[in-house]
């Protein structure tokens, strides 16, 4: 089963419950993606590099499952009569910009400011993107819960940080970190708009042969490939499996939007990246242990997406009929 929304042509939604509750898991598998992308750039000297690893492990999988995957195949084919605006295909560059901001940004503001500011930005750029129906789900109206919810997810995510040491407070980095955050969620957006015309497999081959080459372009220019032949690479299997959480990560996200919109996706996501982020404190070795502003932080998260999602279905159809002509 099938509609017509903003020009695109879209596969039935999830639905909301399945949708969040894929989101909060691929919250989590961020935080695992992380961990292991920040471990092997300390070990290799250079998180530039460390990205490049993830974003070509990635495409070589998503690659060798175009080989054996007609469904992949058919769904790129089906792009060609998708008629989507050329813009709607940049949305992997989203990815390459968060990248590159924060190896710029956390070691001038730390880790604690770089995340407040940035889910700021991601969900500002929600509210934005879901008012202006860039998303496949439609215009969803700006209205108190949903700002309300954005709101909540920025003081839980603020609330998680306590006790983290913070950097300078540079209005420009400050400045960096929301507009990556933005750019998230416009990357969210887009990659849906390409899922629902397609297929997830489409629009995730299509995020990573953008943002691949976007990240070793900028990789090249800090000069992440200088005596890249004397770099010891690490043996151990986890620290490689970035790329792979990566395409889980996007899947996911083109379905959560699809379903709720990019604001109520994001937050779940971000629940699930605190909840994923206390479990390696407190399973691996040498972690933080079990932390409570942290286990504060995710669950009143998981507060924001409810009250985000206090809009009646029937508000939410009557935007979505509103969204017709966009991207046609």
């Known amino acids: 089963m099938s509609a017509v929304n903003g020009g695109v042509r879209m596969r039935q939604a999830l639905p909301a419950w399945l949708a969040l509750a894929l989101a909060v898991l691929a919250g989590v598998a961020s935080a695992a993606q992380s961990a292991a992308n920040a471990e092997l750039g300390e070990r290799v000297g250079s998180a530039a590099l460390a990205g490049v690893v993830n974003n070509v492990g990635g495409m070589a999988v998503l690659l060798a499952g175009l080989l054996v995957m007609p469904s992949m195949r058919a769904g790129l084919a089906a792009l060609r009569g998708a008629r989507l605006p050329w813009w709607v295909y940049l949305g992997g560059l989203g990815g390459a910009v968060i990248v590159l901001v924060g190896a710029y940004v956390v070691p001038v503001l730390g880790v604690a400011v770089f995340t407040i500011a940035q889910v700021t930005g991601n969900n500002v750029g929600g509210l934005a993107v879901d008012r202006a129906g860039l998303s496949p789900v439609g215009r969803l109206a700006l209205n108190v819960p949903r700002v309300g919810g954005a709101l909540l997810g920025v003081l839980a995510v603020a609330l998680a940080q306590v006790g983290r040491p913070v950097g300078d407070i540079a209005v420009g980095a400050v400045l960096l970190s929301i507009g990556g955050g933005v750019a998230v969620a416009l990357q969210a957006a887009l990659n849906g708009r390409v899922a629902a015309a397609a297929g997830a497999g489409a629009g995730t081959v299509i995020n990573f042969a953008v943002s691949t080459p976007a990240v070793v372009a900028v990789a090249a220019a800090v000069g992440a490939f200088r005596g890249l032949s004397s770099v010891a690479w690490p043996t151990d299997w986890y620290l490689y499996v970035g790329g792979l959480l990566g395409i889980g990560i996007v899947v996911v996200l083109q379905f959560g939007v699809r379903s709720v919109g990019v604001l109520r996706t994001g937050l779940a996501v971000v629940a699930g990246q ?25 669950l009143l998260t998981l507060v924001a997406v409810l009250v985000s999602g206090r809009v009646g279905r029937t508000a939410l159809e009557s935007e979505s009929a509103t969204s017709g002509t966009l991207g046609r």
Do not use: F, K
Request: hydrophobic share 55%; charged share 5%.
């Open 274 to 298: 605190l909840g994923g982020a206390l479990l390696l404190d407190t399973l691996l070795p040498g972690g933080a242990g079990m932390g409570l502003p942290v286990l504060a932080g995710a």
